[in-house]
C-alpha cells in the first residue's frame, strides 16, 4: 500500500509534538507497526485514529471483530482466593480473577500491549509527563444503582495510595501518586497529578494494575458483601473455597455480554482442573504452565490460547551479605544457567530467553542489542576463583510451591554444583513463603536467595522498581545501588518510545554487570479451552474476559 500523505499532514495539524514525533518513526520506519499502535495508545491516541494513521502510512487499519449469539454458561476451574477479597489488598491470583469479573478498570491493557478504554473515554500528559488528565464515560451504573463519577475514582486511588492504609498497588504507586494527588476537574474529568514524570502512567491504573478496579466512593472494606462493580457481570453466589457464579448485567453500559452465566470452580492443584476440562466438567482452565499443561498442549479435543508475557520467576541474591556481596559471585551463578534448557525442556517451548533484567522481549522498549547471556561454566568458575571462592559454598535456596518453581529450583541446584556451590533447598507453602510480606516478617524477602513468581505487567515499571530500587517494597536482594535508581528514574520519566529504548539499554547493561536478580526466561500465558469454545480473552496478568464468550 502507498502513503497517503495528504491524510497524514490533516493528523498531524491536530496532534502534539510528542504525537508527532510517534508518527514520523512510524512513517520513517523506526518505529514498527506494532510499537507505533502500543506507544499511541500509552499516549491516549484513539484506537480508530491509530487505524486511520497506519492506513494513511501504508501499513493497514485495525482489525475488526464479529460477535456471536446469546447464551450458554461458561464453566471455569481456577484457583480460588486465598484469603476474604479486598480489592485494595489483595495479591493472589483467585482474587485477581474474581473481582474482575465484576470490577472494571479505567482502560484495559490487552494481549498485545495496546491499552484500550474502558472506564475512561481519553487520557492525555500535560508536556511534561507529571498531570495525566482522564476523561470518564458517562452512563456507568455501579451494580448498587449509583452512577460512577470522577468522585469514586478519586476515592479509588486514594486508598491504593494511602500508605496508612493496606493497599497491595503501593508497590506500583510509591514514588509515583501520593494520596490526594487524583484530582477531580468536574463530574466526568480528573488529573493525577505525579510526583514526577512518568511516560508509561496509564498503565499504573489500567488492568496492568490488577488492584485498580472502581469502587464506589462509599466503599468500606465490606467487599464480600456486595461484590459491588460497573461489570458486564454481577455476583450470583459466591462460596469460599468452592466456587463462585454470575449472571449478566442487563444495565451494562456497553454491549451487553454473550454468556448468561458463567461459573468459576475453585482447586488447590491445577491436575484436577485438567481432568475436569478433560472429563467435560468445566469448559476453560485459566492458567496453565508448559510443564504442567503438558498433557493438553497436543490433546485434540482442547484449544490452547497462547500470549507471550513478562511473567517471571526472578532468582533474588542478598547484596548486602555473603556468599553474595561479591557481584563476581552473583554473575557466575548466572553464568552457570542453561536458559535454552530451561525454556525448551522446561517450559516446553512456551516461554522467551531472559537476560538478567526485567526487558522482556515483548516490550517495545527492550533494548535487543544487548547480547544475551549464555551458560559458560568456564567463565563461571573463573569468576569464583577471582572472587576467592574457588572451593564453592553452601547456601540454601528458599521458594514457594507453585507451578514449575520448584522443578525450577532443582535444575539451579543441579548446574550450581559444576561450579562448586552445594544449594539446600526449602520449598514452602504459598502463604508461608510471602509470610506478612514486609522485611523482616518474610522468608521471600528475608532469605539469602530465593525464586519469586512474578505476574505479567504490560510495562516494565514495577519490575524496575518494586524489586530493584534502593527502597523498593519487594527488594529481597537488597540492592542498593544509586546509579541504576538514577537510569530507572530516567527510564519512567521518558514519553517518547525512542529515549525509553536508550535508557533501557543501559539499566540492562548495568544489571547484567551487577546480577542482583536472575531473570532467565518470561513465560508464555497459557489457557486452555474445550472445543468448540469461542471468544474468551484471557490477559497475562491472570485475568479472564467472558463478556464474547461462546461455545458450540
Not at 510526583?195 to 488492584?211: E, K, Q, R
Not at 504452565?289 to 508475557?309: A, C, Q, R, W
Not at 527488594?475 to 521518558?494: G, R, S
Not at 554487570?513 to 536472575?518: K, L, V
Amino acid at each position: 500500500m502507498s502513503k497517503n500523505y495528504r491524510i497524514l499532514d490533516l493528523i498531524r495539524r491536530n496532534s502534539s509534538p510528542l504525537e508527532n514525533h510517534l508518527i514520523d518513526g512510524l512513517v520513517d520506519g523506526r518505529v514498527s507497526r506494532r510499537d507505533f499502535i502500543r506507544h499511541g495508545s500509552l499516549l491516549g491516541l484513539s484506537l480508530p485514529l491509530l487505524g486511520g494513521i497506519t492506513t494513511a502510512a501504508g501499513l493497514g487499519g485495525m482489525p475488526s471483530l464479529a460477535r456471536a449469539a446469546p447464551g450458554a454458561t461458561m464453566r471455569v476451574a481456577c484457583a480460588g482466593p486465598t484469603g476474604a477479597i479486598d480489592p485494595v489488598a489483595i495479591a493472589d491470583t483467585g482474587s485477581i480473577l474474581v473481582i474482575q469479573q465484576v470490577g472494571e478498570f479505567l482502560c484495559v491493557d490487552g494481549p498485545d500491549l495496546v491499552l484500550k478504554p474502558a472506564l475512561a473515554e481519553s487520557w492525555k500528559p500535560n508536556d511534561k509527563g507529571t498531570v495525566w488528565t482522564f476523561k470518564l464515560r458517562k452512563g456507568v451504573k455501579f451494580h448498587s444503582g449509583g452512577e460512577m463519577k470522577a468522585d469514586d475514582v478519586v476515592a479509588s486511588f486514594d486508598r491504593l495510595a494511602d500508605p496508612a492504609g493496606s493497599s497491595n498497588a503501593l508497590s506500583v504507586f510509591k514514588g509515583i501518586l501520593q494520596k490526594g494527588a487524583t484530582r477531580k476537574v468536574d463530574d466526568y474529568t480528573l488529573e493525577f497529578h505525579l510526583d514526577a514524570p512518568n511516560g508509561n502512567f496509564p498503565y499504573l491504573v489500567s488492568s496492568d494494575n490488577f488492584n485498580a478496579i472502581i469502587l464506589p466512593s462509599s466503599y468500606k472494606g465490606d467487599y464480600e458483601q456486595s461484590f459491588d462493580g460497573t461489570g458486564p457481570f454481577k455476583l450470583e453466589n459466591y462460596k469460599p473455597k468452592v466456587g463462585a457464579s454470575f449472571v449478566r448485567n442487563e444495565d451494562y453500559w456497553g454491549p451487553k455480554a454473550l454468556p448468561d452465566r458463567t461459573e468459576f470452580t475453585f482447586f488447590d492443584d491445577i491436575q484436577p482442573q485438567i481432568l475436569a476440562l478433560q472429563g467435560g466438567q468445566v469448559d476453560i482452565v485459566n492458567q496453565l504452565s508448559g510443564m504442567t499443561g503438558i498433557g493438553l498442549l497436543n490433546d485434540p479435543s482442547v484449544d490452547i490460547i497462547s500470549l507471550k508475557s513478562t511473567l517471571n520467576r526472578q532468582v533474588h541474591m542478598r547484596c548486602d551479605s555473603d556468599p553474595f556481596k561479591d557481584p563476581r559471585v552473583r554473575r557466575a551463578i548466572a553464568l552457570s544457567i542453561d536458559r535454552d534448557k530451561v525454556v525448551a525442556g522446561l517450559m516446553k517451548g512456551r516461554a522467551s530467553l531472559g537476560n538478567d533484567s526485567p526487558f522482556a522481549p515483548a516490550y517495545p522498549s527492550t533494548d535487543t542489542s544487548v547480547p544475551q547471556r549464555k551458560q559458560d561454566i568456564a567463565q563461571a568458575k573463573q569468576l569464583m576463583e577471582a572472587a576467592g571462592v574457588a572451593q564453592g559454598f553452601k547456601v540454601t535456596l528458599t521458594t514457594l510451591r507453585y507451578l514449575e518453581i520448584p522443578a525450577y529450583a532443582q535444575l539451579i541446584q543441579n548446574w550450581v554444583k559444576e561450579i562448586g556451590i552445594e544449594l539446600d533447598l526449602n520449598i514452602m507453602d504459598e502463604g508461608v513463603y510471602y509470610g506478612d510480606a514486609v522485611f523482616g516478617k518474610s522468608p521471600w524477602l528475608d532469605s539469602p536467595m530465593g525464586i519469586t513468581g512474578y505476574g505479567h505487567r504490560g510495562v516494565p515499571n514495577v519490575f524496575l522498581t518494586a524489586p530493584l530500587k534502593s527502597e523498593g517494597t519487594w527488594n529481597a536482594a537488597h540492592f542498593k545501588n544509586k546509579d541504576y535508581d538514577t537510569l530507572v528514574d530516567n527510564y519512567i520519566a521518558a514519553l517518547d518510545l525512542e529515549a525509553q529504548k536508550s535508557a533501557a539499554g543501559k539499566i540492562e547493561r548495568l544489571l547484567l554487570e551487577e546480577t542482583p536478580i536472575i531473570f532467565s526466561y518470561f513465560s508464555d500465558y497459557l489457557t486452555a479451552t474445550a472445543k468448540g469454545v469461542a471468544g474468551v480473552q484471557p490477559t497475562a496478568g491472570g485475568q479472564l474476559f467472558l463478556d464474547n464468550a461462546s461455545k458450540a
